[in-house]
């Protein structure tokens, strides 16, 4: 049924094909609010006579904190195309395959409806932090102005905190990062007191790793993962050990690339892929996913060192979803100079092997390895990026 009425929404492709394209947004796309020129035209190119996309396509960005039929509105007006929500991966989209969480009691961080998005990702007990702060108020303490004056009123009993999902970042940053170390040390009971950290915490779920992104500014912004060091700092800091994710999704955890496929294929009919082209502007995000996925597809026959591979790369204890079944071949990556990669202030392609930590701003845990982050191509845009495929499709 959820098949049928994806091909009946996604704009037709012209015939099934062997190539799908993955588009990342910000810094790609747009620039913030802001579409990028290149942009425009590359997608007039992707579309036939008929007004239909000549490949399946998938935007896949980490962004987080919004419904994918937003971004998919977003984008039909920027481009001037139509696109489906079922066209667009969100950072948090593959939480809808991890089903064991679906019935834990989950506290969600972020901004705009992330406690709607939960629940619509199959979550059934969502609470917000606001709900939490509302229900410990004194907890909140380091604003001034919103410490409370009175002796809060008798509030519902919060159930036990089983889950903490963190899609984005939040906007009262001194805020979350108090109820969560208070969630955390208190194994999910934040009205109570700190306990010693000795056999690790409840499961954390965090989506969208990027420490930066590209905008209107200059230079890249904080991102996500400007927050989730914060939230790795104080955690370190207060009981001397490392937090520890049960999953970190969004670019490059290799499920987020493996959904993004399975929505590819179903565009193409189910027809197997057998190349699909990965189009960002992040070494350690857009590149780094899109070559990680291409060893776990060369490696894919072999599951148990495919699942090892994920746990090391990627950071998490999860395998594959079983009702995703990558079926492509390979996957390219093709780095564009319009966003966050800048060609003027790093290091090139071909001088990966120098690369350290520190230059690329990965995540704590994601293992620097050169060929992951050297991208098959470098173009100066997307349009060069389209140009180069369809030049290597022959059309």
């Known amino acids: 049924m959820w098949c049928q009425r994806l091909l009946q ?20 796309l747009l620039r913030g609010g802001a579409v990028i020129p290149a942009a425009q035209r590359a997608f007039q190119k992707l579309l036939d006579r008929n007004d239909n996309f000549r490949f399946p396509i998938v935007f896949v960005t980490n962004a987080g904190n919004c419904h994918r039929h937003h971004k998919a509105q977003q984008l039909s007006h920027l481009l001037n195309i139509q696109v489906a929500p079922e066209q667009v991966v969100l950072s948090h989209s593959p939480l809808k395959m991890l089903k064991s969480f679906h019935d834990k009691c989950v506290l969600v961080s972020g901004q705009g409806p992330v406690a709607d998005i939960a629940n619509t990702l199959g979550f059934q007990k ?9 229900n410990h108020p004194q907890l909140d303490m380091v604003d001034h102005n919103r410490r409370p004056t009175l002796p809060s009123s008798s509030l519902p009993t919060l159930p036990k905190i089983e889950v903490i999902i963190l899609f984005g970042e939040p906007v009262r940053w001194e805020t979350n990062l108090q109820l ?7 194994n999910g009971s934040p009205g109570c007191e700190h306990t010693q950290v000795s056999s690790g915490h409840l499961p954390v779920l965090a989506c969208n790793m990027d420490l930066t992104w590209m905008a209107e500014a200059p230079s890249p912004r904080f991102g996500h993962g400007m ?14 050990q490392d937090l520890q994710y049960q999953a970190l999704l969004g670019k490059p955890s290799l499920l987020t690339y493996q959904y993004a496929e399975h929505l590819l294929r179903l565009q193409n009919h189910n027809h197997t892929l057998t190349t699909i082209y990965a189009v960002g502007d992040n070494l350690m995000t857009d590149i780094y996913g899109a070559n990680l996925y291409n060893r776990y597809l060369a490696q894919q026959s072999a599951m148990e060192t495919s699942s090892k591979l994920f746990a090391k790369a990627a950071g998490s204890q999860l395998t594959m979803a079983e009702e995703l079944v990558s079926t492509a071949s390979q996957c390219h990556s093709i780095l564009v100079c319009t966003g966050v990669y800048n060609p003027h202030s790093i290091l090139s392609s071909d001088q990966s092997s120098s690369i350290t930590e520190t230059e690329l701003h990965g995540h704590r845990d994601l293992v620097l390895e050169p060929d992951l982050v050297a991208p098959n191509h470098v173009v100066e845009d997307v349009e060069a990026a389209v140009d180069l495929v369809l030049q290597q499709e022959a059309l």
């Open 126 to 134: 969502v609470m917000s932090m606001e709900q939490l702060r509302q």
């Open 9 to 28: 929404t996604l704009r037709p492709v012209s015939t099934s094909r062997q190539t799908g394209l993955l588009f990342d947004v910000d810094g790609v």
């Open 227 to 240: 927050f989730l060091l914060c939230l790795e700092s104080v955690y370190r800091k207060l009981t001397g």
């Open 180 to 186: 969560l170390v208070d969630v955390l040390l208190t």
